[in-house]
């Protein structure tokens, strides 16, 4: 039986590769609309974070997020990260 590769993605703010399951995805749509991608499969520019309350606190004090997508990022997109964690 054939291993199947496990695709790695790079959070940005930790720059550490991680497998793509472990991360949390957050879009900038085509319409500019920024998103929380549970699924991993929506359309637009992507970003990836760890599953760490510390990097996603990071992310929102210092503004990470706003810098590679290119756009503000609203305050209840991070409130989704956290409420995902605390399912977790």
């Known amino acids: 039986m ?3 590769k496990i ?7 930790t ?3 991680i497998e793509k399951r472990d991360l949390l995805r ?5 319409e500019g ?3 929380y991608d549970p699924t991993g499969k ?3 520019r992507g970003v990836y974070l ?3 309350r510390n990097v996603i606190e990071k992310a929102q004090k210092h503004q990470i997020l706003s810098r590679h997508l290119k756009v503000n990022v609203p305050e209840n ?4 990260l956290m409420q995902e964690l605390d399912h977790a």
Do not use: D, M, Y
């Open 33 to 35: 609309n920024v998103i």
């Open 15 to 17: 720059n550490e590769r």
């Open 42 to 44: 929506a359309n637009g």
């Open 7 to 13: 695709p790695l993605r790079k959070c940005v703010v």
């Open 50 to 52: 760890s599953k760490k």
């Open 2 to 4: 054939k291993n199947r």
């Open 26 to 30: 957050v879009v900038r749509t085509p």
């Open 77 to 80: 997109i991070f409130k989704q």
